[in-house]
């Protein structure tokens, strides 16, 4: 039996996958053997505490000590925040929480907004355009790189390694994209060392040479390089779901476009909806473990799938309609939950919101370039989104 996750049809409709996976337990095993066996959670109450379970690790290096996987990834993009425990976590994470506050994404805004003006200014009504390429990558991918100091010259290479991280396919790809990635970072960090500027990276190379216990060279590179990726692949995603999500749901982006007040609420039912991360990332057990019901043996890994999650009929009403006006649907684990939970997750509302708000009031003919059903997803595990988003403007 092949991992359920390798269906042709997963990557541009999971759901199916996951309510068949819920029915048989939610909490499963997977076939596979070795280090690849693992147990899926797909039911919500389970994913929540998964996620947030002391007794599941983030350790990935502690996992692979000694086992023979053949990759060679980088070590600053394999062990980074999101790939660690307490108490490396906990010290890595307050050292850039200030950064991604509400309070300091709202001082943000304003860029955000007039940024999204500025990549739609030439747009046309009755034009053609792909809404991820023109909209959903550069937003995300110029906020972040403006917000951590990274040159405007340098985005294009930053993107293409990103994209190549997320892809699933060829490893020799990703490792590849890793050391280029890696490489570059620590080639940005020295250049920060000896030309500070008041960005987010610049700050970081000040606390790691004002106090060396708080922060490695090491763990600086991997911090920069998580904010980096983590930071848009996932919200291009994002943009990419609620728009074409929309576009099927007449009524709903009616209702969105009469009044774009409700733009903000609507986001978590979006997310919701249709997550960009439709499985977090990697967990496994070092002992043996309980989510909800089902025993997890010392050592295997552990699949939480958010996407699944926020379907559980358990949880939400009617899971599988789009309900703008759904009073629960900030439950969502769209941004995950415990201390991993998204970083970035004011920063993405923003972005989202930015980009509804200027697709729905500039083009009120806003429709589909291509059928909803030979639309190109994303080849990639973790990440659900489309490729591109051809639309009629
Ligand atoms: C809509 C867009 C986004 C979605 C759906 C999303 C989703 C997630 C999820 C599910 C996690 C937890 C993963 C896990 O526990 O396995 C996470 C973690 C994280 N996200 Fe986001 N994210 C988004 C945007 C962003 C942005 C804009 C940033 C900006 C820097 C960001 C930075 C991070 C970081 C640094 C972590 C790791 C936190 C930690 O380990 O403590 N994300 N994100």
Same mark, same amino acid.
């Given at each position: 039996?092949?991992?359920?996750?390798?269906?042709?049809?997963?990557?541009?409709?999971?759901?199916?996958?996951?309510?068949?996976?819920?029915?048989?337990?939610?909490?499963?095993?997977?076939?596979?053997?070795?280090?690849?066996?693992?147990?899926?959670?797909?039911?919500?109450?389970?994913?929540?505490?998964?996620?947030?379970?002391?007794?599941?690790?983030?350790?990935?290096?502690?996992?692979?000590?000694?086992?023979?996987?053949?990759?060679?990834?980088?070590?600053?993009?394999?062990?980074?925040?999101?790939?660690?425990?307490?108490?490396?976590?906990?010290?890595?994470?307050?050292?850039?929480?200030?950064?991604?506050?509400?309070?300091?994404?709202?001082?943000?805004?304003?860029?955000?907004?007039?940024?999204?003006?500025?990549?739609?200014?030439?747009?046309?009504?009755?034009?053609?355009?792909?809404?991820?390429?023109?909209?959903?990558?550069?937003?995300?991918?110029?906020?972040?790189?403006?917000?951590?100091?990274?040159?405007?010259?340098?985005?294009?290479?930053?993107?293409?390694?990103?994209?190549?991280?997320?892809?699933?396919?060829?490893?020799?790809?990703?490792?590849?994209?890793?050391?280029?990635?890696?490489?570059?970072?620590?080639?940005?960090?020295?250049?920060?060392?000896?030309?500070?500027?008041?960005?987010?990276?610049?700050?970081?190379?000040?606390? $790691?040479?004002? &106090?060396? !216990?708080? /922060?490695?060279?090491?763990?600086?590179?991997?911090? %920069?390089? #998580?904010?980096?990726?983590? +930071?848009?692949?996932?919200?291009?995603?994002?943009?990419?779901?609620?728009?074409?999500?929309?576009?099927?749901?007449?009524?709903?982006?009616?209702?969105?476009?009469?009044?774009?007040?409700?733009?903000?609420?609507?986001?978590?039912?979006?997310?919701?909806?249709?997550?960009?991360?439709?499985?977090?990332?990697?967990?496994?057990?070092?002992?043996?473990?309980?989510?909800?019901?089902?025993?997890?043996?010392?050592?295997?890994?552990?699949?939480?799938?958010?996407?699944?999650?926020?379907?559980?009929?358990? $949880?939400?009403? &009617?899971? !599988?309609? /789009?309900?703008?006006?759904?009073?629960?649907?900030? %439950?969502? #684990?769209?941004?995950?939950? +415990?201390?991993?939970?998204?970083?970035?997750?004011?920063?993405?509302?923003?972005?989202?919101?930015?980009?509804?708000?200027?697709?729905?009031?500039?083009?009120?003919?806003?429709?589909?370039?291509?059928?909803?059903?030979?639309?190109?997803?994303?080849?990639?595990?973790?990440?659900?989104?489309?490729?591109?988003?051809?639309?009629?403007?």
């Amino acid at each position: 039996m092949s991992s359920p996750f390798q269906d042709p049809g997963f990557l541009r409709d999971p759901y199916p996958t996951y309510a068949e996976l819920r029915r048989d337990g939610a909490v499963r095993k997977l076939p596979g053997t070795g280090h690849k066996a693992g147990y899926a959670v797909t039911g919500y109450s389970e994913a929540r505490q998964a996620l947030a379970e002391p007794g599941l690790s983030k350790d990935t290096a502690r996992f692979f000590a000694g086992k023979e996987t053949g990759r060679s990834l980088h070590p600053a993009v394999s062990q980074n925040m999101l790939a660690t425990d307490p108490p490396d976590h906990t010290r890595l994470r307050r050292l850039v929480t200030r950064a991604f506050t509400p309070g300091a994404v709202d001082l943000l805004r304003p860029y955000i907004v007039d940024l999204a003006d500025a990549l739609t200014d030439s747009w046309v009504p009755g034009d053609r355009v792909d809404v991820i390429e023109s909209l959903a990558v550069p937003l995300p991918v110029t906020v972040i790189c403006q917000l951590l100091g990274v040159p405007a010259a340098d985005r294009d290479a930053v993107r293409a390694w990103s994209t190549d991280l997320f892809a699933a396919g060829d490893p020799r790809r990703i490792d590849a994209a890793s050391h280029g990635l890696a490489e570059y970072m620590a080639e940005l960090v020295a250049s920060k060392r000896r030309t500070p500027d008041d960005a987010l990276l610049s700050a970081l190379v000040a606390v $790691r040479d004002s &106090d060396g !216990d708080q /922060l490695t060279e090491q763990e600086l590179v991997s911090l %920069a390089v #998580l904010l980096l990726v983590a +930071g848009h692949e996932t919200t291009t995603s994002a943009i990419g779901n609620a728009v074409l999500a929309l576009l099927r749901h007449p009524a709903q982006l009616e209702l969105l476009r009469s009044d774009p007040s409700r733009i903000d609420r609507a986001v978590d039912e979006l997310l919701r909806y249709d997550s960009a991360v439709t499985i977090a990332t990697w967990r496994w057990a070092p002992e043996a473990v309980r989510v909800g019901d089902t025993d997890i043996p010392a050592g295997s890994p552990v699949s939480v799938s958010p996407g699944a999650a926020n379907r559980d009929p358990d $949880r939400f009403t &009617d899971p !599988d309609r /789009l309900d703008l006006e759904r009073a629960d649907a900030h %439950a969502h #684990l769209a941004f995950g939950h +415990g201390i991993h939970r998204c970083l970035g997750a004011p920063l993405a509302r923003a972005e989202v919101a930015a980009a509804l708000r200027v697709l729905l009031t500039r083009f009120p003919g806003l429709r589909l370039g291509r059928p909803a059903d030979q639309l190109r997803w994303r080849r990639s595990r973790l990440i659900h989104g489309l490729e591109s988003l051809p639309l009629l403007l």
